[in-house]
């Protein structure tokens, strides 16, 4: 398959994410119209990484998302399940301790990390809930996590253009800049097909993360949720 149903068999998605690799960093430049720069910058001052602190980058691709904290002197652990995004970062960023996993079975021990975060790769789970249940395992006790992802527009004129934006601008644009075009049609359903910014803070809570909250980036096109493991809580 070129492209991965919505209920996305990780093998699909996996594969999908492999043939995209090279240009994937270019790709989201063009088609977020620079904003996805602003987008992790928000994202490492949420994280708020600091020196020998151990940050867990899910979904971190090529490791672009990870340099943050890895320039604010934390110990940074990009992790993917795509083998061909990990040997392109790999490439890129020899020194970074790039590890294969899946984020609803991930190979860490209890109470690892300071800071789990994933940046527009939880929709791309299999098992939401899961995954979040995961993050959660392998958060220290006091640490926190970080979610950015594309969300639900606040406002329903804007809501409305960017959705027309979605289904019919995104994959003409991402047939003339990305090396596997339909791999953006399934991200833009995903997107269309996301919970909106309440319904995710209520799974996030579910799964045991307390003090949730979220702040809407761009209008809500992209929300960012936190939240944080109470100490005494395994």
């Known amino acids: 398959m070129t492209r991965a149903s919505l209920e996305k068999q990780p093998h699909e998605v996996a ?3 492999d043939d995209v690799a090279e240009r994937y960093d270019l790709t989201n430049d063009v088609l977020s119209l620079g904003q996805d720069r602003r987008w992790r910058k928000e994202v490492a001052r949420a994280v ?3 020196p020998a602190q151990k940050v867990l980058d899910l979904a971190a691709g090529t490791g672009t998302s990870s340099l943050p904290f890895s320039r604010a002197g934390a110990y940074v652990v990009p992790c993917d399940f795509s083998q ?3 040997q392109v970062g790999k490439r890129r ?3 970074m301790p790039f590890t294969a996993g899946d ?3 991930l190979p860490f021990k209890d109470d690892t ?3 789990v975060t994933i940046s527009f790769g939880l929709r791309n789970v299999q098992d939401t809930d899961a995954a979040l249940r995961e993050m959660y395992r392998v958060t220290r006790p006091g640490g926190r996590v970080v979610i950015c992802e594309f969300s639900h527009p606040t406002w329903a004129p804007f809501r409305t253009v960017y959705t027309e934006y979605l289904m019919r601008a995104l994959p003409p644009v991402a047939r003339t800049v ?3 075009p339909d791999a953006y049609v399934y991200l833009a359903e995903s997107i269309r097909a996301w919970p909106d910014q309440s319904a995710l803070a209520d799974r996030l809570r579910t799964a045991g993360w307390s003090s949730v909250a979220w702040r809407n980036l761009t209008g809500g096109v992209v929300a960012l949720h936190r939240g944080f493991k109470v100490s005494g809580q395994s």
Do not use: E, H, I, V
């Open 48 to 50: 708020d990484a600091r």
């Open 113 to 115: 990390f300071d800071a």
């Open 15 to 17: 594969s999908m994410f």
């Open 103 to 105: 984020a609803t079975r």
């Open 178 to 180: 990305s090396s596997n």
């Open 93 to 95: 960023q020899p020194w």
């Open 84 to 86: 061909g995004m990990l």
